[in-house]
């Protein structure tokens, strides 16, 4: 691990416009630099450069961030190898923290495993290259499918004869350990693991091999036309995507993956062009692959060769890429044809014209798939809308499953009343799984525990990005509820207008209004501390000083529900104790890409609204505003004035609840009395308030 002395060294010694001005072309503009984006495609720029703050924002699509994030999301790649390469270019060596014994045991595992990788894929591809019977047969093959010279060198595809441990006996004389090619699989019972195939070295992001497959040339009914490498350390099946070190960089630009079966498919495509490409190697799609892709881009589309038992089959799988919140496509291939011999028959521009142009959402394609098998028969239809319901149950974004119903009604010509009503059974359905599995573990996670374990814990607030602890699943709609709300996720609900009262009814438009307000002001709290904090803000205190000196920052943080938010004013309150200072780039830079990304945001939203440069130039100003970043003052005063009204409103609300149960209640009469005067009171302190935010707006 990168000791943090050298990661404040990078911070402070890169220069943000050093590093984007590797990949983008800038041009000055004021105080700031401008270009166009690199991570979307744009023709007027709108991607910027503050020298001054050391961030970059496009305001155009909203990335955002400090020098070590441009590389990462630039570059695909992991916080460390980003701050490794941006130390590499200032010249500043990189010291690392002592590991423990089992740390380093793993870490020099891995190095052995990727180095017997490295050397396999040498060895194949000199295989290939070099002997005659490589060149007869493997090389031969791979120029059977097109594939050209730099083609086949950039993917690193080989050959593996039929010795039977002729690579072993090559590994044993350039002295690498034999136990090292068993665990990478290269190697079982003092044999070669692979023979007479072509071999697909596989990589992982960072462009190292973890694994091969191959594919024998022979007819051999008793051997698998693939094998694959046995799981490692370092591979892992369900967490790889053949192809997605080298189509990374073109699914962030093209803001789109497509997706196939086979490696052939990858690497003509990729030749063709259409490099944004990957492979799930003839399996089904887990959920770390669709993460894997969703790192890059929310968007998919998925070519299907021709068979249409196969694309029934593969459908069912999908709901799983749905249930990630990804935008998927299907894509259908005439009968008999795989996306590689396709493309050679059509060609790259025919080819990439024919996917646009039959590119169909996931969920449309499927019914009228389905609708074409239930063809005048109504007990089929009824098992489709099941099937159909179930599908659009798994799409998270409520207005998402609203348009799907609606879509999905007229294609059926059906009611949309009796798909609602289904979709909310089914939603129902998926929550009282999700509670009773999260019940069971719970349960079984607390007989473990030690009788001294507190006997009501209080339920752990989380927020949709947070990881749930233990083994307890995941439920991606989960939020913090309010009070008098129920502890169900509101966003499930779509319409309950023919169905009984629901969950998501609770969750009132005004409840929501009130959430959206809260997290704004804490946000606006926050943004007043990460942009100003040190700004004096009179003779005797600064911004961070008023704004904690006034307001009880135990109350305060039990306010807070945004875990990013708690996190920038806890380490705040602690520094400015410390006497220690926290300078915007102390959280621009921070070593948590949670709080950086959220700062660099809350500082390039003032960036955002700027008078224009012919306003300076004309000294045109306006006369009850200053300049956003000098505004500090009267926005510190507005936010604690916002919050505190807030926060008597809602004591408001509380009152008049207790006031009204009083009254149903028939409670005494003194008891509704106090309640009454504690209105009034509360009413006075809240006009006494905005008399003072108006004010200070208009000041």
Same mark, same amino acid.
Request: with cysteine; net charge negative.
């Given at each position: =691990?990168?000791?943090?002395?050298?990661?404040?060294?990078?911070?402070?010694?890169?220069?943000?416009?050093?590093?984007?001005?590797?990949?983008?072309?800038?041009?000055?503009?004021?105080?700031?630099?401008?270009?166009?984006?690199?991570?979307?495609?744009?023709?007027?720029?709108?991607?910027?450069?503050?020298?001054?703050?050391?961030?970059?924002?496009?305001?155009?699509?909203?990335?955002?961030?400090?020098?070590?994030?441009?590389?990462?999301?630039?570059?695909?790649?992991?916080?460390?190898?980003?701050?490794?390469?941006?130390?590499?270019?200032?010249?500043?060596?990189?010291?690392?923290?002592?590991?423990?014994?089992?740390?380093?045991?793993?870490?020099?595992?891995?190095?052995?495993?990727?180095?017997?990788?490295?050397?396999?894929?040498?060895?194949?591809?000199?295989?290939?290259?070099?002997?005659?019977?490589?060149?007869?047969?493997?090389?031969?093959?791979?120029?059977?499918?097109?594939?050209?010279?730099?083609?086949?060198?950039?993917?690193?595809?080989?050959?593996?004869?039929?010795?039977?441990?002729? =690579?072993?006996?090559?590994?044993?004389?350039?002295?690498?350990?034999?136990?090292?090619?068993?665990?990478?699989?290269?190697?079982?019972?003092?044999?070669?693991?692979?023979?007479?195939?072509?071999?697909?070295?596989?990589?992982?992001?960072?462009?190292?091999?973890?694994?091969?497959?191959?594919?024998?040339?022979?007819?051999?009914?008793?051997?698998?036309?693939?094998?694959?490498?046995?799981?490692?350390?370092?591979?892992?099946?369900?967490?790889?995507?053949?192809?997605?070190?080298?189509?990374?960089?073109?699914?962030?630009?093209?803001?789109?993956?497509?997706?196939?079966?086979?490696?052939?498919?990858?690497?003509?495509?990729?030749?063709?062009?259409?490099?944004?490409?990957?492979?799930?190697?003839?399996?089904?799609?887990?959920?770390?692959?669709?993460?894997?892709?969703?790192?890059?881009?929310?968007?998919?589309?998925?070519?299907?060769?021709?068979?249409?038992?196969?694309?029934?089959?593969?459908?069912?799988?999908?709901?799983?890429?749905?249930?990630?919140?990804?935008?998927?496509?299907?894509?259908?291939?005439?009968?008999?044809?795989?996306?590689?011999?396709?493309?050679?028959?059509?060609?790259?521009?025919?080819?990439?014209?024919?996917?646009?142009?039959?590119?169909?959402?996931?969920?449309?394609?499927?019914?009228?798939?389905?609708?074409?098998?239930?063809?005048?028969?109504?007990?089929?239809?009824?098992?489709?809308?099941?099937?159909?319901?179930?599908?659009?149950?798994?799409?998270?974004?409520?207005?998402?499953?609203?348009?799907?119903?609606?879509?999905?009604?007229?294609?059926?010509?059906?009611?949309?009343?009796?798909?609602?009503?289904?979709?909310?059974?089914?939603?129902?359905?998926?929550?009282?799984?999700?509670?009773?599995?999260?019940?069971?573990?719970?349960?079984?996670?607390?007989?473990?525990?030690?009788?001294?374990?507190?006997?009501?814990?209080?339920?752990?607030?989380?927020?949709?990005?947070?990881?749930?602890?233990?083994?307890?699943?995941?439920?991606?709609?989960?939020?913090?509820?309010?009070?008098?709300?129920?502890?169900?996720?509101?966003?499930?609900?779509?319409?309950?207008?023919?169905?009984?009262?629901?969950?998501?009814?609770?969750?009132?438009?005004?409840?929501?209004?009130?959430?959206?307000?809260?997290?704004?002001?804490?946000?606006?709290?926050?943004?007043?501390?990460?942009?100003?904090?040190?700004?004096?803000?009179?003779?005797?205190?600064?911004?961070?000083?008023?704004?904690?000196?006034?307001?009880? =920052?135990?109350?305060?943080?039990?306010?807070?529900?945004?875990?990013?938010?708690?996190?920038?004013?806890?380490?705040?309150?602690?520094?400015?104790?410390?006497?220690?200072?926290?300078?915007?780039?102390?959280?621009?830079?921070?070593?948590?890409?949670?709080?950086?990304?959220?700062?660099?945001?809350?500082?390039?939203?003032?960036?955002?609204?700027?008078?224009?440069?012919?306003?300076?130039?004309?000294?045109?100003?306006?006369?009850?505003?200053?300049?956003?970043?000098?505004?500090?003052?009267?926005?510190?005063?507005?936010?604690?004035?916002?919050?505190?009204?807030?926060?008597?409103?809602?004591?408001?609300?509380?009152?008049?609840?207790?006031?009204?149960?009083?009254?149903?209640?028939?409670?005494?009469?003194?008891?509704?009395?106090?309640?009454?005067?504690?209105?009034?009171?509360?009413?006075?302190?809240?006009?006494?308030?905005?008399?003072?935010?108006?004010?200070?707006?208009?000041?």
């Amino acid at each position: =691990m990168i000791k943090q002395k050298t990661i404040q060294t990078i911070f402070e010694t890169v220069k943000v416009e050093d590093i984007v001005s590797d990949f983008v072309k800038l041009t000055r503009r004021g105080v700031n630099y401008i270009g166009r984006c690199p991570f979307h495609n744009e023709k007027t720029p709108s991607f910027t450069v503050s020298p001054a703050k050391n961030i970059y924002k496009c305001f155009g699509c909203g990335e955002g961030g400090n020098a070590i994030n441009f590389v990462m999301e630039h570059e695909q790649m992991t916080y460390p190898d980003a701050l490794r390469y941006v130390a590499q270019k200032y010249g500043i060596e990189i010291e690392e923290n002592e590991l423990t014994e089992e740390e380093k045991a793993e870490i020099k595992l891995a190095d052995s495993l990727y180095l017997v990788n490295q050397f396999a894929k040498d060895y194949f591809q000199k295989q290939l290259f070099e002997t005659d019977y490589g060149k007869s047969v493997g090389l031969s093959y791979f120029k059977q499918r097109g594939f050209r010279e730099e083609t086949i060198q950039k993917f690193g595809l080989g050959f593996a004869n039929g010795g039977a441990n002729d =690579m072993l006996q090559s590994a044993r004389t350039q002295g690498y350990n034999m136990s090292t090619l068993d665990q990478a699989g290269l190697t079982k019972n003092d044999r070669d693991f692979f023979r007479n195939r072509v071999m697909f070295p596989i990589h992982n992001v960072s462009g190292k091999v973890i694994g091969f497959g191959g594919r024998i040339l022979t007819q051999n009914k008793k051997a698998p036309k693939y094998l694959n490498t046995p799981e490692s350390e370092i591979y892992n099946k369900r967490k790889s995507l053949y192809g997605v070190y080298f189509a990374r960089k073109a699914m962030v630009k093209q803001d789109e993956c497509y997706m196939v079966e086979g490696y052939t498919d990858v690497i003509s495509l990729h030749q063709a062009g259409i490099e944004n490409i990957v492979a799930s190697s003839g399996t089904s799609l887990t959920v770390e692959q669709i993460q894997l892709v969703k790192r890059y881009t929310p968007n998919m589309t998925i070519l299907y060769d021709g068979d249409a038992a196969g694309i029934k089959a593969a459908l069912r799988g999908l709901d799983l890429v749905i249930a990630q919140d990804m935008n998927v496509k299907v894509v259908q291939l005439p009968q008999g044809e795989d996306p590689d011999s396709y493309l050679q028959k059509l060609g790259a521009t025919a080819f990439k014209e024919y996917i646009e142009k039959e590119a169909h959402d996931f969920i449309l394609f499927k019914t009228n798939l389905l609708l074409e098998d239930a063809s005048g028969d109504p007990i089929k239809k009824a098992g489709l809308i099941k099937d159909i319901v179930q599908s659009i149950a798994k799409v998270p974004d409520a207005i998402k499953r609203s348009l799907y119903v609606k879509s999905c009604a007229a294609r059926m010509e059906m009611s949309e009343q009796l798909l609602l009503q289904e979709l909310n059974k089914q939603l129902r359905k998926q929550i009282e799984e999700f509670n009773k599995q999260k019940n069971y573990n719970q349960n079984r996670n607390n007989s473990t525990y030690q009788s001294n374990k507190p006997s009501n814990p209080t339920k752990k607030k989380t927020t949709p990005n947070a990881q749930p602890d233990g083994d307890v699943p995941y439920d991606p709609y989960e939020h913090v509820p309010m009070d008098g709300e129920d502890e169900m996720p509101p966003d499930f609900d779509v319409d309950n207008s023919m169905d009984a009262p629901t969950f998501a009814e609770k969750a009132t438009s005004q409840t929501a209004m009130e959430r959206a307000n809260k997290e704004y002001q804490e946000m606006d709290i926050v943004r007043i501390l990460v942009n100003f904090g040190e700004r004096p803000l009179d003779e005797e205190s600064t911004v961070a000083e008023f704004l904690f000196l006034d307001m009880e =920052m135990v109350d305060f943080l039990n306010e807070f529900n945004d875990k990013t938010c708690i996190s920038i004013v806890t380490e705040y309150l602690e520094r400015l104790k410390a006497d220690l200072p926290t300078p915007t780039s102390f959280f621009t830079g921070h070593s948590d890409p949670a709080i950086a990304k959220f700062s660099i945001d809350l500082v390039s939203s003032i960036d955002q609204y700027t008078y224009s440069d012919g306003w300076e130039k004309m000294n045109v100003f306006l006369n009850t505003q200053e300049m956003p970043d000098k505004n500090h003052v009267a926005d510190a005063k507005s936010c604690i004035l916002y919050f505190k009204l807030r926060k008597i409103e809602g004591m408001m609300v509380k009152n008049q609840k207790e006031l009204k149960k009083a009254q149903e209640e028939k409670a005494p009469f003194e008891d509704v009395i106090i309640l009454l005067k504690v209105q009034q009171q509360l009413i006075e302190i809240r006009t006494g308030l905005a008399a003072q935010l108006h004010t200070v707006v208009l000041r």
